[in-house]
Every structure is written in C-alpha cells, then in structure tokens.
C-alpha cells in the first residue's frame, strides 16, 4: 500500500499541464441534510459517483480527500469511465486510476491525493463515473453533504463495467471525491470560474441528477456564447461567512483560500453568502448552530477579507446579493434590514470588482423581500431550476 502525506503531487504528473474540470467542498462527517453515509463509512464495499465536467481533455485524474479522517484512509482500487445512465458505465470506456504506479494508495488523515493521469477523452459538460473500492473498514467519511446527484454503493470490489444492478444502494452525496482535472496536452489555462457560497450556490431545491444548479446554467450559457469557461461549484448547504459548522463546513473566509484561489487556473469567483449568518441567529434549532447575532458591518468586513485575498492572488471577485426569503423561517424585521443594508453595500460600495445582482432578479415584483413563486421551489428561500436559471443569466460574462 502506497501511502501519501497531505496535499502531496506525485512528479511525474507535472510532465502534464492540469485544467479544472470539477470539484466539490468536502465536509466533516455528519448527518447532513438527508439520509447518507459518511457517518458509517464503508468496508467491502465500492462507492461509484458521476460528475460532469465544465472543460475538455484527453486525459484525467482525481483528487480524493481525507481532510476530516481521524486515520489513514485505505483505497484498495479505483477506476473511472465515460458515464452511462444511472450506474452503468459507458461500454469499452473503463480505465483503472493508479497511485505512482500502484492499484492501491494510503491516504494519512488529513491529506489528500492525485491519481496518475489515465487516458480518457471527455469533452466539455459530459460526465465521468469514478469508482472507489474500500476494502474496508474506513470509518467516517470525508464527503460532501448535498450533490443533487446519485451515488450508487455495491457490495464488493466492482470497478470494471459489471451490471448496474449490483449497485443497490443510492445517496446523494460524494464521497472522498474533491476533484477532476484535465489535460489536453496543451497549456495550463487562466480560464476557471469558481461560484462560491451556501446552499444556492450548491443548488438546494434543484432537480437530482439533471445537473440544474445554477452553476450547470451558467456553464451552458457560457459555451453557447462562445465562452466556454469552466464553472466550478465549490458551494455548501448551509454554509456561513463568519463562523465554522459541525454540519455545514467550515467558514467560507476559512475555505477561500483552498477551495477557490488554489483552483487550477482560476480567474474569478463570484461569492453569494452571507444568508445563513443573518438566518441562524433568528431560529434556535440544533442544527443552526453555532448562531451568533452578526451585524451588517461584520458581515460586511467579512466581504471586504475575501475581496482582499482575492485581489492578492491576481482574481476579479464578483459579489452576489442575497436572495429575499419573506415567508422563511428566517425571516424578520431584522434579518430583512440586515439583508437590505448588505445588498445596498454590494450594489454600491464598488469594494467587488462587479455585481451579481440575484436578489433584483429573483425577486417577486409585488413584493421585493419575496422570492418570486415562479422561482421558488417551495421554502421560500431557495429558487428551482427555473430560478437557477435566472441566476444564471443574471452574471455578465464580461465581468468574468
């Protein structure tokens, strides 16, 4: 068993120049939203995901995480394939992933690990399954809480094309995966896109497994004007601003720099967050938690960090203003006069090198602090495909 230290790159790699494809923001083992797995892990078992990609290459590699392991993480296999429908696997398309050279790779606890390139030619807003055998037990699970797409889990090492049925067990979250990248043979290009944020940004309320997030929207609007950028979503439910969550990810000023400035070849990021800071602290719920009473100001200065360390890095940062959510359980009088003052300073301040305007788009024309019915998806808070869409169309491409 190869073992690997954190954030390590095998050198041969570098031979080739990586793109962005895909990523997701892991998060710490917990209960989530729904029903998952992260909490039990696996043993004996192989976990097979499917991700779209938002760029084009002839090879590919992944990167798996162990950030939140309290162990090393034991792969015993890996494999990855053009994707099929549901479980399934394009025919003739499955190439096994190595680790320098070998099947296998021990991951520390905390650290995270590129495969070997394998050859695979992809083109850009098609999927590829990637397929993860534990020979077990790995206990809790580095993952990401809310994919709006199916994982599929089968007893045994199934890494090759074998019938979808053996995969009798579904989620809807990843698993360990925190990346796909892409080479083409060509060089690296500044040509990513990071959309960062909560739960709008992750595409709560979207449709599963028909890639309707309003990153997917934006991707598509992007290629069908001759833009063909690649959109990264690098968002998590429930997510804050300002402080850190057992359930919900660290903060994003504490994941900006790793999950959006790190990124290969990035040029922008557009942030929409700030909605569960003024949210939390109206409801006392378990899962809202930690809940503090931040003001405008302070979310504001959080604002203003992120724009800061973006600007460091050579990185336009786009600021989208929160969505209206009357009819919420987060909404009162004063979260909605904390949500107005922050979007007046996004609108006005010009501290973003350009504006999202989501909230103007969204909004029910009767009444601005609700979100139009046509684009609600039934909270009152989150849009639905059809509102991801407008979101979409509501980022300048010029301002990317």
């Known amino acids: ?231 990264l979503n690098l968002g998590i439910g429930g997510n804050l601003l300002r402080s850190d969550s057992p359930w919900f990810g660290e903060s994003a000023r504490a994941r900006f720099d790793r999950e959006v400035l790190a990124q290969p070849g990035v040029r922008s990021v557009v942030v929409l967050v700030g909605l569960n800071d003024i949210g939390f602290s109206e409801v006392d719920l378990p899962t809202y938690k930690p809940n503090p009473d931040n003001s405008a100001e302070q979310l504001i200065a959080g604002y203003r960090d992120l724009i800061d360390r973006g600007h460091a890095a050579g990185v336009r940062v786009v600021g989208g203003t929160i969505l209206p959510f009357k009819g919420s359980e987060y909404h009162t009088p004063v979260a909605e006069a904390k949500r107005r003052a922050v979007n007046e300073w996004i609108r006005t301040a010009g501290a973003f090198d350009a504006v999202a305007d989501f909230a103007a788009a969204l909004a029910d024309p009767a009444d601005p602090d609700a979100l139009r019915s046509a684009y609600d998806s039934g909270d009152f808070k989150h849009p639905d495909d059809a509102g991801y869409r407008v979101m979409a169309e509501a980022v300048d491409p010029d301002t990317l």
């Open 1 to 231: 068993m190869t073992e690997r230290q954190p954030t390590a790159m095998n050198s041969h790699h570098n031979s080739l120049a990586w793109n962005a494809g895909w990523a997701a923001a892991v998060q710490r083992p917990s209960m989530g939203f729904h029903k998952n797995w992260a909490e039990e892990g696996f043993a004996d078992q192989t976990v097979r995901q499917t991700v779209r990609v938002t760029g084009a290459g002839t090879r590919a590699r992944i990167k798996l995480s162990n950030r939140y392991g309290t162990a090393p993480l034991e792969v015993s296999g890996a494999s990855l394939a053009r994707a099929g429908t549901g479980a399934a696997v394009a025919a003739g398309s499955v190439r096994p992933l190595t680790f320098d050279g070998a099947a296998s790779v021990r991951i520390p606890a905390g650290g995270e690990v590129y495969s070997d390139p394998a050859e695979v030619t992809v083109a850009a807003l098609e999927s590829l399954t990637v397929s993860l055998y534990f020979a077990g037990p790995t206990g809790p699970a580095t993952f990401h809480a809310q994919a709006w797409a199916t994982a599929y889990r089968a007893a045994g090492a199934q890494l090759g094309e074998v019938d979808p049925v053996v995969f009798g067990e579904t989620s809807v979250s990843w698993y360990y995966l925190a990346a796909v990248e892409l080479a083409d043979g060509g060089p690296a290009r500044r040509d990513t896109v990071v959309l960062f944020g909560d739960s709008i940004t992750d595409g709560f309320g979207s449709t599963v497994d028909a890639d309707r997030r309003y990153s997917d929207a934006l991707a598509e609007r992007l290629a069908a004007g001759g833009r063909p950028l690649r959109v």
